[in-house]
Protein backbone atom coordinates (compact mmCIF):
# COMPACT_ATOMS: atom_id res chain seq x y z
CA UNK A 1 0.00 0.00 0.00
CA UNK A 2 1.46 3.38 -0.87
CA UNK A 3 2.89 5.54 1.73
CA UNK A 4 0.59 8.52 2.74
CA UNK A 5 2.55 11.31 3.50
CA UNK A 6 6.74 11.65 2.47
CA UNK A 7 9.07 15.02 2.62
CA UNK A 8 9.63 17.04 -0.20
CA UNK A 9 13.30 16.09 0.03
CA UNK A 10 12.52 12.78 -0.27
CA UNK A 11 11.06 13.03 -3.44
CA UNK A 12 13.37 15.35 -5.07
CA UNK A 13 16.16 12.91 -4.04
CA UNK A 14 13.82 10.17 -5.37
CA UNK A 15 13.23 12.40 -8.79
CA UNK A 16 16.99 13.18 -9.06
CA UNK A 17 18.31 9.35 -8.94
CA UNK A 18 15.96 8.76 -11.54
CA UNK A 19 16.11 12.02 -13.42
CA UNK A 20 20.09 10.75 -13.68
CA UNK A 21 19.52 6.78 -14.18
CA UNK A 22 16.74 7.23 -16.88
CA UNK A 23 16.64 11.28 -18.52
CA UNK A 24 14.13 13.81 -18.28
CA UNK A 25 12.06 12.94 -20.88
CA UNK A 26 12.21 8.77 -20.19
CA UNK A 27 11.41 9.73 -16.34
CA UNK A 28 7.47 9.57 -16.59
CA UNK A 29 5.24 11.07 -12.99
CA UNK A 30 3.98 7.61 -12.16
CA UNK A 31 7.34 6.27 -12.03
CA UNK A 32 8.38 8.80 -9.83
CA UNK A 33 5.04 8.77 -7.61
CA UNK A 34 6.18 4.18 -7.28
CA UNK A 35 10.21 5.70 -6.60
CA UNK A 36 8.03 7.49 -3.45
CA UNK A 37 5.18 4.86 -2.32
CA UNK A 38 2.76 7.06 -3.51
CA UNK A 39 0.56 7.11 -6.04
CA UNK A 40 0.46 8.97 -9.25
CA UNK A 41 -1.81 11.50 -8.65
CA UNK A 42 -1.02 12.17 -5.06
CA UNK A 43 2.42 13.33 -6.48
CA UNK A 44 0.14 16.48 -7.54
CA UNK A 45 -0.13 17.51 -4.32
CA UNK A 46 3.34 17.73 -3.96
CA UNK A 47 4.25 19.26 -7.09
CA UNK A 48 1.80 20.71 -9.85
CA UNK A 49 3.67 19.95 -13.23
CA UNK A 50 6.67 17.37 -13.83
CA UNK A 51 8.09 20.63 -15.65
CA UNK A 52 7.98 22.25 -11.64
CA UNK A 53 9.08 19.10 -10.36
CA UNK A 54 12.47 19.33 -12.63
CA UNK A 55 12.91 23.40 -11.99
CA UNK A 56 12.94 22.01 -8.12
CA UNK A 57 15.50 19.19 -8.46
CA UNK A 58 17.78 21.30 -10.90
CA UNK A 59 17.80 23.60 -7.74
CA UNK A 60 18.64 20.90 -5.53
CA UNK A 61 20.94 19.86 -7.00
CA UNK A 62 22.81 23.22 -7.62
CA UNK A 63 21.90 23.68 -3.64
CA UNK A 64 24.15 20.43 -2.87
CA UNK A 65 26.78 21.63 -5.25
CA UNK A 66 27.21 24.83 -3.55
CA UNK A 67 27.03 23.75 0.16
CA UNK A 68 29.25 20.62 -0.68
CA UNK A 69 31.72 21.84 -3.71
CA UNK A 70 31.81 25.40 -4.86
CA UNK A 71 32.43 26.80 -1.11
CA UNK A 72 35.59 25.02 -1.00
CA UNK A 73 36.69 28.30 -3.60
CA UNK A 74 36.50 30.26 -0.26
CA UNK A 75 37.90 28.13 2.62
CA UNK A 76 41.11 30.35 2.99
CA UNK A 77 42.58 27.39 5.55
CA UNK A 78 43.45 25.74 2.43
CA UNK A 79 46.18 26.05 -0.25
CA UNK A 80 44.93 26.96 -3.57
CA UNK A 81 46.33 23.38 -4.77
CA UNK A 82 44.10 21.82 -2.15
CA UNK A 83 40.83 23.88 -3.39
CA UNK A 84 41.07 22.93 -6.39
CA UNK A 85 41.94 18.93 -5.22
CA UNK A 86 38.72 18.46 -2.94
CA UNK A 87 36.79 20.59 -5.81
CA UNK A 88 37.16 18.02 -8.71
CA UNK A 89 37.32 15.38 -6.11
CA UNK A 90 34.01 15.85 -4.35
CA UNK A 91 32.99 16.72 -7.95
CA UNK A 92 34.25 13.51 -9.40
CA UNK A 93 32.68 11.62 -6.62
CA UNK A 94 29.36 13.54 -6.75
CA UNK A 95 29.47 12.89 -10.71
CA UNK A 96 30.47 9.28 -11.56
CA UNK A 97 28.30 7.80 -8.92
CA UNK A 98 25.16 9.52 -9.49
CA UNK A 99 25.27 10.89 -13.05
CA UNK A 100 25.61 14.15 -14.73
CA UNK A 101 22.30 15.99 -14.30
CA UNK A 102 22.85 19.40 -15.13
CA UNK A 103 24.18 18.07 -18.06
CA UNK A 104 22.01 15.54 -19.43
CA UNK A 105 18.79 17.91 -18.18
CA UNK A 106 21.03 20.68 -20.36
CA UNK A 107 21.05 19.33 -23.58
CA UNK A 108 18.01 17.36 -23.20
CA UNK A 109 16.03 20.08 -22.48
CA UNK A 110 17.81 22.72 -24.52
CA UNK A 111 16.16 25.64 -26.11
CA UNK A 112 12.64 23.59 -24.81
CA UNK A 113 12.06 25.07 -21.30
CA UNK A 114 13.76 28.90 -20.54
CA UNK A 115 13.38 28.05 -16.72
CA UNK A 116 15.31 24.88 -17.00
CA UNK A 117 18.04 26.41 -19.37
CA UNK A 118 18.58 29.53 -17.40
CA UNK A 119 18.46 27.69 -13.91
CA UNK A 120 21.65 25.37 -15.61
CA UNK A 121 23.36 28.31 -17.10
CA UNK A 122 23.27 29.56 -13.63
CA UNK A 123 24.90 26.30 -12.42
CA UNK A 124 27.74 25.91 -14.77
CA UNK A 125 28.50 29.92 -14.46
CA UNK A 126 29.13 29.43 -10.79
CA UNK A 127 31.16 26.24 -11.29
CA UNK A 128 33.42 28.15 -13.76
CA UNK A 129 33.06 31.25 -11.35
CA UNK A 130 34.04 28.50 -8.38
CA UNK A 131 37.78 27.28 -10.85
CA UNK A 132 38.14 30.87 -11.74
CA UNK A 133 38.83 31.90 -7.87
CA UNK A 134 40.92 29.35 -7.17
CA UNK A 135 42.94 29.82 -10.51
CA UNK A 136 42.96 33.75 -9.55
CA UNK A 137 45.13 32.74 -7.02
CA UNK A 138 47.83 31.92 -8.86
CA UNK A 139 46.95 33.96 -12.32
CA UNK A 140 45.48 37.41 -13.95
CA UNK A 141 42.03 37.08 -14.30
CA UNK A 142 42.06 36.81 -17.78
CA UNK A 143 44.01 33.36 -17.90
CA UNK A 144 41.43 32.46 -14.44
CA UNK A 145 38.92 33.14 -16.78
CA UNK A 146 40.02 30.89 -19.55
CA UNK A 147 41.47 28.13 -17.43
CA UNK A 148 38.04 27.49 -15.28
CA UNK A 149 36.23 27.81 -18.68
CA UNK A 150 38.69 25.34 -19.89
CA UNK A 151 38.62 23.10 -17.07
CA UNK A 152 35.02 22.54 -16.52
CA UNK A 153 34.44 22.22 -20.59
CA UNK A 154 37.20 19.18 -20.15
CA UNK A 155 35.62 17.76 -16.57
CA UNK A 156 32.29 17.40 -18.69
CA UNK A 157 33.83 15.75 -21.65
CA UNK A 158 35.26 13.68 -19.47
CA UNK A 159 31.89 12.41 -17.51
CA UNK A 160 30.07 11.74 -20.74
CA UNK A 161 32.94 9.79 -22.30
CA UNK A 162 32.83 7.82 -18.70
CA UNK A 163 29.60 7.02 -19.07
CA UNK A 164 29.41 5.97 -22.89
CA UNK A 165 32.26 3.77 -22.46
CA UNK A 166 32.00 2.79 -19.01
CA UNK A 167 35.04 3.20 -17.93
CA UNK A 168 35.66 5.59 -15.14
CA UNK A 169 39.45 6.46 -16.64
CA UNK A 170 38.31 9.63 -18.72
CA UNK A 171 37.36 11.58 -15.79
CA UNK A 172 40.31 9.98 -14.10
CA UNK A 173 42.65 11.30 -16.71
CA UNK A 174 41.10 14.66 -16.93
CA UNK A 175 41.42 15.36 -12.98
CA UNK A 176 45.01 14.13 -13.19
CA UNK A 177 45.30 16.81 -16.13
CA UNK A 178 43.84 19.35 -14.00
CA UNK A 179 46.27 18.96 -11.05
CA UNK A 180 49.17 19.05 -13.13
CA UNK A 181 48.14 22.38 -14.96
CA UNK A 182 47.76 24.07 -12.28
CA UNK A 183 50.51 23.10 -10.28
CA UNK A 184 52.67 23.65 -14.03
CA UNK A 185 51.03 27.20 -14.25
CA UNK A 186 51.70 27.92 -10.34
CA UNK A 187 55.05 27.43 -10.86
CA UNK A 188 55.21 29.11 -14.27
CA UNK A 189 52.52 31.57 -14.98
CA UNK A 190 53.47 32.46 -17.95
CA UNK A 191 52.78 28.91 -19.81
Same mark, same amino acid.
Given at each position: ?46 FP ?17 ? &?? @? *? /???? !?? $???? #? ?49 ? &?? @? *? /???? !?? $???? #????QT ?40
Open positions: MPKQKVSIDFILRQSLRLFREKSYHNTSIADIAEACGLLKGSLYHYSKEALMNEVVKYAHAYFK &KN @V *F /SIAH !NQ $ELTA #QEKMEQIFKKSEKSLLSHGDLMANVGVETANKNKEFTENIQTFFEEWIETV &KI @V *F /SEIA !NE $EDAQ #QLAEVLEFEGAVMMTRIFKDPKFVHNAYERLINRFAAFSLNPNK
